[in-house]
């Protein structure tokens, strides 16, 4: 059977791991945009996975769309500098201009020019596709990291175990940082959910300003279970609370897919090797800041 | 749509890539231990393996019947895992003989 | 009708910029760089100048927008000198490798620490091996006129590199000298409007979809660095072309040197930037109070380096000071680095001096380069040196030997 391309953006042939959670977060999202996106990829596993070296030679480009790799934190920065250079060349009407990074090159390293691209209100949708370390260099925390993962900067042993930096949350919360920024739209989505997050996605595309949406992309690789449950994982993260999906329109929060019985979080650590060290006081440390997190979005 | 190796007539400027959608000359069906094996007679074509394949490997005909396509099906067996009546099943590859 | 204003350094450079039409400037402010953005801000505010402006919340994020600007077309600005031009330096390696087109004005400033705010060439040195080209001006009127050349440089196919333009930190930029200011219509005529190739520049189009920025493997690393090296090459002819041609179209030309009384002298002064004028001044001085037959070589062109230029000017003399505005610490000084390794293979070369000046802002007064040309003239005489290296006006009360 032939592949034809039609009006798809992401292709086959990508050389993303099997069973890759980000791909299929980016294949939901840039379909649902089309064609007419020029997308700039900040240094990730997905820069690697559609323009590493190893693409180069032969030319085996995954997008039927133009796209951009500077460097790590410039997301931001660099879609402000296309939105303003198209303006200028009055070239700016029916392009919308992707900034994809991960959750580090999001949270951490490109807050500064997230913010600043926000702050000023360019014409821009954000897509950050969380795997909640940094996954691309093999699997080091980053500000997304859940309480104590394991990951190789944060790996357990008898002084420390795992990610130990908590604070009170479960992880830097970006949707709020946007929020504060009083951009138009925020939305945070999950791939076991594609219906909402093409919704979501159409939703940004037919709005002016800044727009963010965070998708959660679990990572079979990094997180440690068979690269089949994937989607599993996605779902069981949503259904046990842990990954809430709601959107913020200007202003106003609305989740959109509740939950009727939240699964307890144990169900969703213990099947991830993350997580095969957690003892019963930890997770009921991560259980509190699930249910902290749920009261604070007014729902049980 | 493969492009040549270069010459020094066509060398570009940068490692710049001019081909979208050239991704389709990999066949990185190579890399997989498993492969998917659908039984048409249990399917009802819902699309869910098509909506979460990462590979974009299984796809709708015009017939609207599932298919998949081996170039690029990685082996993940997402599709396996996600079927809703269990109509797709992982094997062992076996060499071609 | 040309107009002729006293105007600052940095006022001159906005007022290029401006007639060069830039689509978008993207900057963050630094002294003493910042009033050439504020300038470029009322050109905008006021309808002058048809510009965006990316109000860039770091430099990183400006050169980012910059690179972001000029991916999509666009020709592109910007400003910074000192920490700014450090904080950009990742970036300036992707818009030199990019082979994007941008210009940026570097008002030279040292970088930190110790921290302060006055003219040396150090945050230049440190994008020396960019990639970048970098003009060093010594007036006002040629930081007005190198805005235009460096734009022209940049833009032709052959080249295509990101360019400096240097002026020295609080010196020139904050210093008002008369300058010529051609009509838009001149400007335009010798500054055509940026059109990139699809099928060639690093342009990001919908209707030639591209991936640009990505990996290379090392089967072919190297020879995009050749690409890039012969770029430079290139670089080095056709901006003798382009300064030409800007000479036939305004009246002025600077060449990628300025060889200031050499063809007879024994001992010759190579610097960069306003110590050019001084030593100029200081020359004529020695030449007619003490006979000694002194010049001055000026170097414009840093990056390509006028190879030729300078072993045609200085290989006939006896003894050739190099003063750099910086230092390479665990050896000497970058500019006599440079002078050194083209005169190396030279079948005639003259003695060489290595002296170290004006660090930090402190003046290089007459009486300091009066001081360096008679130490080169006394080598001249000898044929040899006293000292490895020499540091103009150090203060010997507190350091050294």
């Given at each position: 059977m032939k592949s034809t391309c039609g009006d798809k953006v992401l292709v086959s042939g990508h050389r993303a791991c099997p069973g890759c959670g980000a791909i299929l977060a980016l294949k939901h999202a840039l379909n649902a945009l089309g064609k007419n996106i020029i997308v700039h990829v900040a240094t990730s596993c997905m820069e690697v996975s559609i323009m590493g070296g190893g693409v180069f030679p032969k030319g085996e480009y995954p997008l039927t769309c133009p796209s951009l790799h500077t460097a790590f934190e410039t997301g931001g920065a660099v879609v402000s500098g296309m939105d303003a250079g198209l303006k200028a060349l009055g070239k700016r009407e029916g392009v919308t201009l992707v900034a994809i990074a991960g959750d580090g090159g999001t949270a951490d390293i490109g807050l500064q020019t997230l913010s600043g691209a926000a702050e000023r209100g360019h014409d821009f949708i954000y897509i950050c596709y969380d795997n909640e370390a940094y996954m691309n260099t093999g699997n080091q925390r980053s500000g997304t990291t859940m309480p104590f993962a394991s990951t190789t900067t944060t790996p357990v042993g008898q002084k420390k175990r795992g990610e130990q930096h908590i604070q009170g949350r479960l992880r830097k919360d970006m949707p709020a940082i946007m929020a504060a920024h009083g951009i138009p739209y925020i939305a945070t989505a999950s791939i076991a959910y594609p219906a909402d997050l093409t919704k979501k996605v159409k939703k940004a595309a037919s709005i002016h300003g800044p727009?963010?949406?965070?998708?959660?992309?679990?990572?079979?690789?990094?997180?440690?279970?068979?690269?089949?449950?994937?989607?599993?994982?996605?779902?069981?993260?949503?259904?046990?609370?842990?990954?809430?999906?709601?959107?913020?329109?200007?202003?106003?929060?609305?989740?959109?897919?509740k939950v009727a019985q939240r699964k307890p979080v144990k169900d969703y650590l213990l099947v991830q090797r993350r997580f095969k060290h957690i003892t019963d006081p930890e997770i009921a440390q991560i259980q509190e800041l699930v249910d902290k997190k749920w009261k604070e979005l007014g729902l049980q | 749509m493969s492009k040549p190796y270069w010459t020094k007539e066509n060398f570009p400027i940068t490692p710049n890539i001019r081909n979208p959608a050239g991704s389709l000359a990999f066949k990185c069906g190579q890399w997989r231990s498993v492969r998917p094996v659908l039984d048409e007679k249990k399917c009802t074509k819902c699309g869910i393996c098509v909506l979460h394949c990462?590979?974009?490997?299984?796809?709708?005909?015009?017939k609207g019947e599932i298919e998949i396509n081996y170039d690029y099906c990685k082996g993940c067996g997402i599709c396996e895992n996600e079927c809703p009546v269990k109509a797709l099943k992982m094997i062992i590859e076996v060499a071609e003989k | 009708?040309?107009?002729?204003?006293?105007?600052?350094?940095?006022?001159?450079?906005?007022?290029?910029?401006?007639?060069?039409?830039?689509?978008?400037?993207?900057?963050?402010?630094?002294?003493?760089?910042?009033?050439?953005?504020?300038?470029?801000?009322?050109?905008?505010?006021?309808?002058?100048?048809?510009?965006?402006?990316?109000?860039?919340?770091?430099?990183?994020?400006?050169?980012?927008?910059?690179?972001g600007a000029s991916s999509v077309g666009a020709r592109v600005f910007t400003a910074t000198c000192s920490q700014g031009l450090?904080?950009?330096?990742?970036?300036?390696?992707?818009?030199?490798?990019?082979?994007?087109?941008?210009?940026?004005?570097?008002?030279?400033?040292?970088?930190?620490?110790?921290?302060?705010?006055?003219?040396?060439?150090?945050?230049?040195?440190?994008?020396?091996?960019?990639?970048w080209m970098q003009i060093y001006v010594e007036s006002c009127q040629?930081?007005?006129?190198?805005?235009?050349?460096?734009?022209?440089?940049?833009?032709?196919?052959?080249?295509?590199?990101?360019?400096?333009?240097?002026?020295?930190?609080?010196?020139?930029?904050?210093?008002?000298?008369?300058?010529?200011?051609?009509?838009?219509?001149e400007i335009r005529d010798f500054l055509p409007a940026y059109k990139p190739?699809?099928?060639?520049?690093?342009?990001?189009?919908?209707?030639?979809?591209?991936?640009?920025?990505?990996?290379?493997?090392?089967?072919?690393t190297m020879e995009f660095d050749y690409k890039k090296y012969d770029a430079q090459e290139k670089g080095r002819e056709m901006l003798r072309k382009i300064d030409e041609e800007f000479g036939d179209a305004f009246g002025r030309r600077y060449g990628l040197v300025e060889a200031y009384k050499c063809d007879d002298a024994d001992a010759i002064l190579v610097a960069m930037g306003t110590i050019v004028g001084t030593a100029k001044d200081v020359a004529d001085k020695l030449r007619s109070e003490k006979g000694w037959r002194v010049g001055v070589l000026k170097l414009r062109s840093y990056r390509p380096f006028p190879k030729e230029e300078v072993l045609k000017a200085a290989c006939g003399s006896k003894a050739v000071a190099v003063v750099s505005r910086a230092i390479s610490y665990g050896l000497g000084a970058p500019v006599f680095s440079d002078v050194a390794t083209a005169m190396y293979n030279a079948p005639e070369k003259p003695v060489l001096l290595n002296f170290i000046a004006g660090m930090g802002g402190r003046d290089v007064d007459k009486k300091g380069l009066a001081a360096v040309f008679e130490k080169t003239i006394k080598a001249a005489e000898t044929g040899k040196i006293e000292n490895e290296v020499e540091w103009v006006g150090l203060n010997k009360n507190l350091v050294g030997g």
């Open positions: 727009r963010y949406i965070h998708i959660h992309s679990p990572c079979a690789t990094g997180w440690g279970f068979p690269e089949s449950k994937t989607i599993e994982m996605a779902r069981l993260a949503v259904q046990t609370g842990a990954w809430v999906l709601f959107e913020i329109e200007n202003g106003e929060l609305t989740v959109t897919q | 990462p590979d974009d490997a299984i796809a709708k005909n015009e | 009708m040309n107009t002729r204003k006293l105007m600052s350094g940095n006022r001159a450079i906005a007022e290029a910029v401006k007639l060069s039409e830039v689509n978008v400037v993207s900057a963050y402010p630094i002294t003493p760089a910042t009033s050439i953005v504020e300038y470029l801000s009322e050109f905008i505010a006021r309808g002058e100048l048809a510009a965006e402006f990316v109000q860039a919340e770091s430099e990183f994020g400006a050169m980012s927008a910059c690179i450090a904080l950009m330096h990742e970036l300036n390696y992707v818009a030199a490798g990019l082979r994007l087109p941008i210009v940026m004005a570097v008002t030279n400033r040292q970088l930190s620490q110790p921290l302060g705010m006055w003219c040396d060439h150090s945050d230049a040195m440190g994008e020396r091996d960019s990639g040629e930081a007005f006129d190198t805005v235009i050349q460096a734009f022209k440089l940049a833009e032709t196919k052959e080249v295509l590199l990101p360019i400096m333009v240097c002026l020295d930190g609080f010196i020139l930029s904050h210093t008002s000298e008369p300058v010529e200011i051609p009509e838009q219509k190739d699809a099928d060639y520049h690093t342009l990001l189009d919908v209707k030639k979809p591209l991936a640009a920025g990505g990996g290379c493997p090392p089967a072919f």
